[in-house]
């Protein structure tokens, strides 16, 4: 029995360092996004990388495999310092005692469980709700909830680039915007919270980075809203789908542009979106707050049907 544990302990030893060795070009490459869209989809995961680099750690560890041991304790360290970044309290200006609530979802233009996102805005009573790839049922399936929110800005669209904006306040100043020249709208208005003050409000959807031409068109959209995010002077809030992770290097581009903007999630941690039913998801989902506004809460909910997790954000201002 003792020489059958020690053969498997001999074993795990020279196997278990081979196995682990495709996770050192997936970390590294991660961090090269910026020449090539492949790594930029890579640096998505590295909240997955980062529990890999533990599990090899630790058996590592406990196999007395000290080489492996030691490249996984740096994997360790660096994936954990960008993830765990986002657990930390964000500390800015003081603020109102206002309170503003945001429901948020990409509802997947093919989800048919309209009731389950109804279901959600009758527990949740958003004072805004902002959604992303509404087509015609869609707009119609939003018809039991038009008189809690009177004033709404909508574009129905069938390729998954509609936007529906309902709101329990006046909508003023609203644009359509084509961010780079693209083919894809971004709603931009005024919400009056009050009959002295506004809100700018900028709802957008770049498309998905699956192609090159889909890498340079998300990439030219974000660089423009990084400029026209730091021309505001108003109170300004940012929600959409921009198909990107924080890790990435033209997300790290886009917020270089925009100083006056941070994200909301800083202090509630990763919060991933999507894909909603997989353990794999991602924080692509996002929302961004000019700093005289602060979130008191942001959080996912249980899925709508939708292949992203919805969002609810409550701001003070």
Request: net charge neutral; proline share 6%.
């Amino acid at each position: 029995m003792k020489s059958t544990l020690q053969e498997i302990h001999t074993a795990l030893k020279k196997w278990i360092p081979i196995f682990s060795l495709p996770l050192i070009p997936f970390w590294l490459g991660s961090y090269g996004g910026e020449f090539y869209h492949a790594l930029d989809l890579i640096s998505s995961f590295k909240l997955q990388m980062l529990y890999g680099a533990l599990a090899v750690f630790f058996i590592n560890l406990v196999l007395s495999n000290w080489k492996t041991f030691l490249w996984s304790s740096l994997a360790v360290v660096c994936l954990g310092y960008e993830v765990m970044l986002w657990s930390l309290p964000y500390s800015g200006k003081s603020y109102g005692t206002q309170e503003l609530t945001i429901y948020y979802s990409n509802v997947l233009t093919s989800n048919q469980r309209h009731d389950l996102l109804l279901k959600q805005l009758k527990q949740e009573k958003p004072d805004l709700v902002a959604l992303l790839e509404v087509n015609r049922k869609w707009h119609h399936a939003l018809n039991p909830i038009r008189s809690d929110f009177p004033h709404e800005s909508i574009i129905t669209r069938e390729d998954n680039f509609g936007i529906a904006l309902l709101s329990k306040f006046e909508l003023t100043n609203i644009e359509t915007l084509y961010l780079c020249k693209s083919r894809v709208p971004s709603v931009l208005c005024s919400v009056m919270v009050s009959k002295q003050q506004s809100i700018r409000l900028l709802i957008t959807h770049p498309v998905p980075p699956v192609t090159s031409e889909g890498f340079m068109s998300r990439n030219c959209a974000l660089e423009q809203m990084g400029k026209l995010i730091s021309q505001s002077t108003s109170p300004l809030v940012v929600v959409g789908d921009l198909n990107i992770t924080m890790w990435s290097p033209h997300y790290q581009k886009m917020m270089a542009l925009a100083p006056n903007v941070y994200n909301a999630r800083q202090g509630f941690g990763v919060a991933p979106t999507w894909p909603s039913s997989n353990s794999t998801k991602i924080p692509i989902d996002h929302c961004f707050l000019s700093r005289d506004l602060k979130a008191s809460d942001f959080r996912t909910l249980e899925s709508n049907g939708s292949d992203h997790l919805p969002i609810v954000i409550e701001i003070l201002y």
